[in-house]
């Protein structure tokens, strides 16, 4: 067993400046130790995506490296990566079924017919799909549907997932149930994590370390009880200490509701 301390991922001075000269992500320092779960928490516009898309290959940085265990992979292609992406809209094909969406990544890497049937089914059957295995996506539910989406990442086996807000679209119960899911999924395989977020709730309930963002920096990276005990500065004290307390505040009385309700 690899220990948690080994870095999995180390980030150097990443930047991104797009052509209209705004600069999104201005040197981004950091690393994910293996199995990690970290999450990037900051409100819209601050650079979060633009840091996954880098990390995953879709956009090229300005400067700056990524080294995955060692190796520099800041030029390498999405594919040669070994990287996994959720996405908040879930980006499934909606003409395909649940089984065909899954299967696709891996016919994709040339798999026989058969292994591809097999491992799809076994995944599917993970999520507890296999009831809407022939259904289309727009005969699922949000949350259903994100489970596809989960199922068709983990079937490539990648060794990091990057979550781009996966559960924002998600009612609250949904999400309650996804997160217990995917923290059992990521020690089960031991993958790495990174997961955006702007729900301060969801980064503290699930994240081994956080890392908080503002207007295109980096403002503290810190376990949960760190960021709580000492925030950096007055930004991470307002938006996320105090946010904090308010969403707790706020699921505190949904669970007592639903628990009341229950009741009668
Ligand atoms: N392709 C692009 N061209 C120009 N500017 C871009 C591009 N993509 C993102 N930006 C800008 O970069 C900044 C950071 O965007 P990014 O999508 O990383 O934010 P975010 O933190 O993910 O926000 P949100 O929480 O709203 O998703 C924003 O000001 C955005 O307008
Ligand atoms: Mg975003």
Redesign the pocket.
């Known amino acids: 067993m690899e220990s948690l301390t080994k870095e999995k991922l180390k980030i150097e001075n990443l930047c991104k400046t797009?052509?209209?000269g705004?600069g999104?992500?201005s040197s981004a320092s950091f690393t994910v130790n293996n199995g990690e779960f970290l999450s990037i928490l900051?409100?819209?516009?601050?650079?979060?995506?633009?840091?996954l898309r880098m990390l995953i290959g879709l956009?090229p940085p300005t400067s700056g490296s990524i080294y995955k265990d060692g190796e520099d992979i800041t030029h390498f292609p999405p594919s040669k990566r070994g990287m996994g992406i959720v996405f908040q809209n879930y980006a499934l094909f909606n003409n395909m079924t649940v089984l065909e969406n899954v299967e696709y990544a891996l016919k994709v890497k040339k798999e026989t017919k058969a292994t591809a049937r097999e491992t799809a089914l076994e995944y599917i059957e993970k999520m507890g799909l296999i009831e809407h295995k022939d259904k289309k996506p727009n005969e699922l539910s949000g949350g259903q549907q994100q489970r596809v989406a989960i199922a068709r990442t983990l079937v490539l086996k990648p060794d990091i997932i990057l979550f781009?807000?996966p559960m924002s679209a998600l009612d609250i119960a949904t999400r309650l149930t996804l997160r217990a899911e995917l923290k059992a999924l990521q020690k089960e395989f031991a993958i790495t994590m990174i997961y955006?977020t702007?729900d301060q709730e969801e980064a503290f309930s699930m994240s081994d370390r956080i890392m908080v963002?503002d207007k295109?920096v980096i403002v503290q990276i810190g376990t949960p009880e760190e960021i709580l005990s000492s925030p950096a500065t007055e930004y991470v004290q307002s938006f996320v200490v105090d946010n904090l307390k308010a969403k707790v505040d706020a699921l505190s009385k949904f669970v007592g509701l639903s628990h009341d309700s229950n009741k009668k």
Do not use: L, R
């Open positions: 797009f052509e209209d705004k999104a992500v900051g409100p819209s516009g601050c650079g979060k995506t633009t840091i956009i781009d807000e955006i702007h963002m295109s």
